[in-house]
């Protein structure tokens, strides 16, 4: 399967807007059942907070990534991912191009 397509059974029609539109995305839940996002971060420094821990997985653009328990910060470009865990908080920053991703939920 590639970066452009999932194989999806269901796609949440309304999209999730948040941070006065910098970050966008849509529910998708597979034929197996398990539930991820897929959207776009417009250039802006967000805190996020999970509830389930995440994978992130960058399809285009790229983000710098501050992680729960860590001082420094990590980038990531097409085809890489990070994890983070359930229950946290962390900061993404996108400069330039928008972010793509799909984030994996409950991983």
């Not at 796609?11 to 991820?36: E, I, M, R």
């Amino acid at each position: 399967m590639s970066h452009s397509q999932l194989a999806v059974t269901a796609v949440g029609t309304q999209a999730n807007v948040y941070f006065d539109g910098k970050c966008v995305s849509h529910g998708v839940t597979l034929a197996d059942g398990s539930k991820k996002s897929v959207g776009v971060i417009l250039p802006s420094l967000l805190t996020f907070n999970t509830g389930a821990p995440e994978v992130m997985e960058t399809v285009a653009g790229a983000c710098s990534v501050l992680l729960p328990g860590s001082t420094d910060w990590q980038t990531f470009g097409p085809g890489q991912k990070f994890d983070v865990p359930g229950n946290a908080s962390f900061q993404i920053k996108v400069e330039g191009a928008p972010y793509h991703y799909i984030c994996h939920f409950g991983q």
